[in-house]
């Protein structure tokens, strides 16, 4: 991963620093709840894509005997290994899920495991080129994991504007208009499209902003797959 980018390397760990306990706080609030109420029938748990973790809390990892972190930025690693030493803590740098066929990838690759996606689905990842079908291979997760447990929070939509609301909006199947008009009310609103609005478009989901900067405001959906988990 290049060092300089501002969703991985040395640019959004810096970022982490200067604003995780102000900017980011809300947000990672939200997350913590959502996972706290996420129960999924597995002893081992794949992160895929966390970062150093900034989001996520000991006691949520300790929950699982085994942990698997899928990030192939080193200096993450490092960052998530010093917040987090589980006893059952392992490092992959893989980068196979950015291909087509990925998510196909990751339930051979770890047959017993539940997934979580930490804000990753939103990004463009290592080997995904302007070429590169964003919705086709997303397209690909609901099938991949039919039976598995999954969960994910990623941006779905961003843009320059605060939002007018600062609530958790929650919606039985996706609709972005309606969630857009919920956070941002009337006026002009451009957003860049994060194409993840489509993903399992039959499930519940929930909504909230992050502040990755100042000026800089992302709409954040959570959805979790049907299968092996327990709601509380």
């Known amino acids: 991963m290049p060092m300089f980018q501002p969703s991985g390397g040395l640019v959004y ?24 109420d996420w129960l999924p029938d ?18 949520f990892l300790e929950r699982f ?8 930025d080193a200096l993450a690693r490092l960052v998530f290994k010093r917040r987090f030493p589980h006893k059952g803590l392992e490092f ?3 980068t196979a899920l950015s291909s087509p066929g990925g998510f196909a990838w990751l339930a051979r690759t770890f047959p017993d495991a539940a997934f979580l996606f930490c804000n ?14 964003r919705n086709a291979w997303l397209a690909e997760l609901v099938p991949a994991l039919a039976g598995r447990a999954w ?44 194409d993840c609005a489509a993903l399992a478009p039959d499930l519940p989901r929930q909504y909230t902003h992050w502040s990755l900067r100042p000026g800089h ?6 959805v979790q797959g049907p299968g092996g988990t327990v709601g509380r």
């Not at 005997?65 to 192939?72: I, K, Q």
């Not at 990753?120 to 079908?133: I, N």
């Not at 405001?217 to 959570?222: A, I, K, N, S």
């Open 13 to 36: 760990h810096l970022r982490a620093w200067a604003h995780q306990t102000r900017l980011w706080a809300p947000c990672h609030r939200q997350v913590r709840a959502w996972l706290a």
């Open 42 to 59: 597995a002893d081992h748990l794949v992160l895929v894509g966390p970062s150093g973790g900034y989001a996520l809390d000991r006691a």
């Open 65 to 72: 005997d085994r942990v698997s972190v899928l990030e192939p």
């Open 92 to 94: 992959r740098p893989d």
């Open 120 to 133: 990753l689905l939103g990004q463009t990842l290592v080997g995904q080129g302007a070429s590169f079908d």
């Open 151 to 194: 969960a994910s929070w990623h941006d779905v939509a961003s843009t320059r504007r605060p939002p007018d609301s600062t609530d958790v909006f929650v919606q039985a199947r996706a609709n972005l208009d309606r969630v857009l008009a919920h956070y941002w009310h009337g006026g002009e609103l451009l957003i860049q499209d994060h």
């Open 217 to 222: 405001y992302h709409l954040v959906e959570w």
